[in-house]
């Protein structure tokens, strides 16, 4: 069994920092991509960054420059640090990776429950 926890969210003002943490844990193979997304109510889930295996990062655009994604493969967490927080940010912030639980086998997409960020104005 796959799990995905998130850890690090809460209540921050503008302009403030946080640091999300995802640990992957199971019987796990490989994981390619990691990534975070964040979501409000009423409103699709969105990419805000993610890193593959070999470190190559993508961002949103509407977070480039301050939000800095990395992973540690060894111990299969994924990490989002946010600075220069808006109010704009404040969403359920979740973590996924694609991962295969054996060697050449398909690649599985799993996801966190979330945590919330929340950012006051």
């Known amino acids: 069994q796959v799990q995905l926890v998130e850890y690090g969210g809460g209540l921050v003002q503008t302009g403030g920092s946080l640091r999300l943490s995802c640990a992957a844990s199971?019987?796990?193979?490989?994981?390619?991509?990691m990534g975070w997304y964040r979501q409000v109510p009423g409103d699709q889930r969105e990419l805000v960054a993610r890193i593959s295996l070999g470190g190559s990062t993508n961002y949103a655009d509407s977070v480039k420059g301050r939000f800095t994604i990395s992973r540690d493969n060894a111990n299969n967490t994924v990490y989002l640090e946010m600075n220069s927080l808006k109010p704009e940010d404040t969403a359920v912030y979740y973590c996924?990776?694609?991962?295969?639980?054996?060697?050449?086998?398909?690649?599985?997409?799993?996801w966190g429950r979330g945590t919330q960020v929340t950012v006051s104005s």
């Open positions: 199971g019987s796990i193979f490989s994981i390619n991509i």
């Open positions: 996924n990776a694609d991962l295969t639980l054996t060697s050449g086998g398909p690649t599985f997409r799993y």
